[in-house]
C-alpha cells in the first residue's frame, strides 16, 4: 500500500527556514516522479517542485532560489528545503508520488 | 497553462447526473499521443484523490458513475448519478508543462 507521510510543518517567522519530509512506502521514492504541491484558501492548489527519477528537479517561479528539493533513497524520503520564508508561503503543503498518490498535507505557516 | 473550471459550485439531488468542465488556455496533447490532463476529488479535510488521468481513465477503485471525455481544449467529468459520498471540491490539472497547474476548483454539495 501508498503511503506518504509528510512531517516539519508549524510556525515560523519570516526569513526563516524550514525543512518538510514526506516518508514513502510501498514503493520507491527513486523510481517515479515525485512533487511537492501547496494549498491555500486564496490561491487553491500551487505546484511548487518536482524531482524526476534521474535526479533532476524543477520549481514554480515563486519559490525557485529559496526552495530545494532532494530525495535520500536509502531512507525513501524526500525533503523540502525552505528559506527565506515569506508570508506568502503559508499553506498546506503535500508531497505526491506523481500524480496517483498525495500524502495528508502539512500547515506551514509564516508568520511574526 | 491556465486551466479555467466552471462552473464554481455546484447543488445536486443525489441520483441526478452533475457535470464539470474544464478548459485550458492551451494544447494538452503530448507528442507521445496522451493527453495529460487530470481529475481530482478533495473530500473536506483530505488531501486530493486521483479520480480520472489522461483525461478519460478512471483510477482504480473509483467508481463507473465518473467519466471524463475531451473537446479539443474542452474537458469534461461527469457524474452519472450522484452520491452523498461525492462532495467536495472538485478540480482540474494539466502535466503537460511546467509549472503544472489546476483549475480553480468547482465545489460539489448535495441538495
Known amino acids: 500500500e501508498v503511503q506518504l507521510v509528510v512531517s516539519g510543518g508549524g510556525l515560523i517567522q519570516p526569513g526563516g527556514s524550514l525543512r518538510l519530509s514526506c516518508a514513502a512506502s510501498?514503493?520507491?521514492?527513486?523510481?517515479?516522479?515525485m512533487n511537492w504541491v501547496r494549498q491555500t484558501p486564496g490561491k487553491g492548489l500551487e505546484w511548487v517542485s518536482v524531482i524526476y527519477r534521474g535526479g533532476s528537479t524543477y520549481y514554480a517561479d515563486s519559490v525557485k532560489g529559496r526552495f530545494t528539493f532532494s530525495r535520500d533513497s536509502s531512507k525513501n524520503t524526500l525533503y523540502l528545503q525552505m528559506n527565506t520564508l515569506r508570508a506568502e508561503d503559508t499553506a498546506v503543503y503535500y508531497c505526491?508520488?506523481?500524480?496517483?498518490?498525495w500524502g495528508q498535507g502539512i500547515l506551514v505557516t509564516v508568520s511574526s | 497553462i491556465v486551466m479555467t473550471q466552471t462552473p464554481l459550485s455546484l447543488s445536486v439531488t443525489p441520483g441526478q447526473p452533475a457535470s464539470i468542465s474544464c478548459k485550458s488556455s492551451?494544447?494538452?496533447?503530448?507528442?507521445?499521443?496522451?493527453?495529460?490532463l487530470y481529475w481530482y476529488l478533495q473530500k473536506p479535510g483530505q488531501p486530493p484523490q486521483l479520480l480520472i488521468y489522461e483525461v478519460s481513465h478512471r483510477f482504480s477503485g473509483v467508481p463507473d458513475r465518473f467519466s471524463g471525455s475531451e473537446s479539443g481544449t474542452n474537458f469534461t467529468l461527469k457524474i452519472s448519478r450522484v452520491e452523498a459520498e461525492d462532495v467536495g471540491t472538485y478540480y482540474c490539472?494539466?502535466?503537460?508543462?511546467?509549472?503544472?497547474?489546476f483549475g480553480g476548483g468547482t465545489k460539489v454539495e448535495i441538495k
Open positions: 510501498g514503493f520507491s521514492v527513486s523510481s517515479t516522479y
Open positions: 490539472m494539466q502535466s503537460i508543462q511546467l509549472p503544472l497547474t
Open positions: 505526491t508520488k506523481a500524480w496517483d498518490y
Open positions: 492551451q494544447s494538452l496533447l503530448h507528442s507521445d499521443e496522451k493527453t495529460y
